[in-house]
């Protein structure tokens, strides 16, 4: 733990969004509810019965391709990364998250469609203090060519740096996007970035029954010559995409991290790593805590 940053914060009114899930075409709407502080981020579940809740912590997280799934005795929501980073950006800590289907919504593939709803809804300061955890010492995660490692930094700032390589597909080839985490620069640099993926990536996807309603206005494909059919939002509008997935991702610790975070080629699986890796990293520093 850290010294006190923030006071934690949620909505001042309830608000919500309706699209469709990219993998299952299901139509489905989220609404955003105030909440108590300490109460943290829950996926209420209003299509089962009784409700089931799913607390948005990282060791509810379950391994799976191309999104972030979250179970909880036996229930589930998927595709909640991009929830996830529009609540962090917004420093929005506490707050009750109504589904009607267990994947939500893909919108315009970028967060940007939440930070407007939620923002619309205002922000409430609560009088707890928002648990911190700070890169104590160099921290590394890898898997094959792909890495993120974390580093102590002066102050309290959250600091963030995606390298993307794409060999294969000039297209989209090397990008590099870095930016200090805060409000406005998540708004401003990071929420409208769009999921992307490759053609041939889509066309394998149709081929297993996914992504059936998906347009190519609603994500970016790219083929050989660029976005089909779509115009990119920024130059590195795929790296800044990738950074977007990392806050969400890390938005599962539950904790404002304080540190310098760069990361090659990574995807979700690398990002729960660092988080576990770092709350191990506590433990170790101070054997008599159980937790971060």
Not at 42 to 67: C, K, S
């Amino acid at each position: 733990m850290d010294a006190i940053c923030r006071k934690q914060s949620t909505i001042k009114k309830p608000v919500s969004v309706s699209g469709f899930g990219f993998w299952s075409g299901l139509d489905v709407t989220i609404e955003f509810r105030p909440a108590d502080e300490n109460t943290g981020i829950r996926f209420f579940r209003t299509d089962l019965p009784g409700h089931p809740h799913i607390l948005a912590i990282i060791q509810n997280r379950v391994t799976g391709p191309r999104r972030t799934t979250l179970v909880q005795n036996g229930c589930a929501v998927e595709m909640v990364e991009h929830v996830m980073a529009a609540l962090a950006g917004l420093e929005i800590d506490n707050c009750e998250v109504h589904v009607t289907r267990a994947e939500m919504p893909g919108m315009d593939g970028s967060s940007q469609p939440f930070v407007t709803a939620l923002f619309d809804a205002g922000r409430t300061r609560q009088s707890s203090a928002k648990p911190t955890l700070r890169v104590l010492h160099k921290t590394r995660v890898e898997h094959g060519d792909a890495w993120i490692e974390a580093t102590p930094v002066d102050g309290n700032e959250t600091r963030f740096s995606y390298q993307l390589a794409y060999e294969n597909a000039p297209a989209i080839g090397s990008q590099t996007f870095t930016t200090t985490l805060n409000r406005s620069n998540f708004i401003e640099k990071i929420a409208s970035a769009r999921t992307f993926l490759l053609a041939s990536e889509a066309e394998q996807l149709k081929e297993q029954g996914l992504g059936s309603r998906v347009t190519y206005s609603d994500v970016l494909v790219f083929d050989e010559s660029g976005p089909v059919n779509n115009r990119l939002r920024f130059p590195n509008e795929c790296a800044r995409h990738k950074m977007l997935d990392m806050i969400g991702d890390f938005a599962l610790s539950g904790k404002h991290l304080i540190g310098s975070f760069t990361a090659s080629r990574s995807g979700h699986l690398l990002n729960s790593k660092m988080i576990f890796a770092l709350m191990q990293q506590i433990v170790t520093s101070h054997p008599n805590r159980q937790s971060a």
